[in-house]
Structures are given as C-alpha cells and as structure tokens.
C-alpha cells in the first residue's frame, strides 16, 4: 500500500522560500514518477514539478521555473520541492503524487496522492 506524507507549507512573505518534503512509506517501485501538483481555490489541480526515477530531466510549469527545484533522496523514496522566490499566485494546496512508470502533467494520470500541504505566499 503506497502512502505519501508531506510535510513544509506554511506562510512566507513574497520572496521567501519553502521546502516542501514527501516521503513515500509504501511499496517501493524499480521506475516511477514523484512529483508535485498545487489547486487553488476555483482553479484545476496543476502539474507544478515531477521527477523519473528512471532517468531524463525533472518536469516543470512555466510559472515556476528557475524559482522551484525538485530533487529526489538516494533512497528514491522521498522527493523534495524546494521554492525561492515565491510569489502570491504560489499560493495553493500542494499535493505530493506518485504513479509507475514515466511522468505526466496530468492529474488523472496519477493513483497516488498525499493529504496535502498548504502554501500561503503574503504581498
């Protein structure tokens, strides 16, 4: 059974940054894609930065790039999401996922998911 469990949100005045973690407790897969979507309120789940344990460059959304770094522990089992930068329209509910095999944008693509972390960036 895979379990994901976030942890860093918070509240940070524009310009700060955050760290955010996810620690996947359950099985333990050879290939898989870990990642990080956020929601708004009123808006979709987005895909905001995901990492292949089986190789090739991280994901990113536009709007994040350059400010957000996505890295993964050499257990593979625990992603990080760190945020510089941030700005107000960060603000949203960051959402730890998983899947097997490569990474998707899409948040239908992905039957695992953690309780989320809330990030509030302040102007």
């Known amino acids: 059974q895979v379990q994901l469990v976030e942890s860093g949100g918070g509240s940070v005045q524009a310009g700060g940054s955050l760290r955010l973690s996810c620690t996947n407790s359950?099985?333990?897969?050879?290939?898989?894609?870990m990642g990080w979507f956020r929601q708004a309120p009123g808006k979709e789940r987005e895909g905001v930065a995901l990492f292949y344990t089986g190789g090739g460059r991280p994901y990113y959304l536009d709007s994040v790039k350059d400010r957000f770094t996505i890295s993964l522990a050499n257990t593979k089992n625990t992603v990080y999401l760190q945020s510089n930068t941030l700005k107000p329209e960060d603000t949203a509910m960051y959402y730890c996922?998983?899947?097997?095999?490569?990474?998707?944008?899409?948040?239908?693509?992905?039957?695992?998911w953690g309780q989320g972390t809330q990030v509030t960036v302040s102007s």
């Open positions: 359950g099985y333990i897969y050879s290939n898989k894609c």
């Open positions: 996922a998983a899947r097997l095999g490569s990474c998707s944008a899409d948040a239908s693509d992905f039957p695992y």
